[in-house]
């Protein structure tokens, strides 16, 4: 059963880090690019980032390019998104998600073939 399973979210203040992790299962690494997604209060989902699949080629959004960086560890099959220098504006709720046969020039939701339940980061002094 394929599973994607969110953590790290919480409560931080401005300017401060946090680093969430994306633990997948349920099928192949090297079919599936992982994405993450993020929905404020009141607005529309967006892609944040995304890492792909064989090689790893990454993208950033340019709203948190210079901030947030993603990563994976293949002996546990995670996907980290590092986010440091959070802002207000960074609260939501963050999804990772997988999206098959996909090279990472973007992190488009209408290629997202599985999605995880979420965690909840606040930014907030």
């Known amino acids: 059963q394929l599973q994607l399973v969110e953590s790290g979210g919480g409560l931080v203040q401005p300017g401060g880090s946090l680093r969430l992790s994306c633990a997948h299962s349920?099928?192949?690494?090297?079919?599936?690019?992982i994405g993450w997604f993020r929905q404020a209060p009141g607005k529309e989902r967006e892609g944040v980032s995304c890492?792909?699949?064989?090689?790893?080629?990454?993208y950033i959004a340019d709203s948190v390019k210079g901030r947030f960086t993603v990563s994976r560890d293949n002996v546990k099959n995670t996907v980290y998104l590092q986010m440091n220098s959070l802002k207000l504006e960074d609260t939501g709720i963050y999804y990772c998600?997988?999206?098959?046969?996909?090279?990472?020039?973007?992190?488009?939701?209408?290629?997202?073939?599985?999605w995880g339940k979420g965690t909840l980061v606040t930014v907030s002094s």
């Open positions: 998600a997988a999206l098959k046969d996909y090279y990472c020039s973007n992190v488009p939701q209408d290629r997202v073939s599985y």
């Open positions: 349920g099928f192949r690494r090297d079919l599936y690019s």
């Open positions: 890492l792909g699949s064989g090689l790893g080629n990454a």
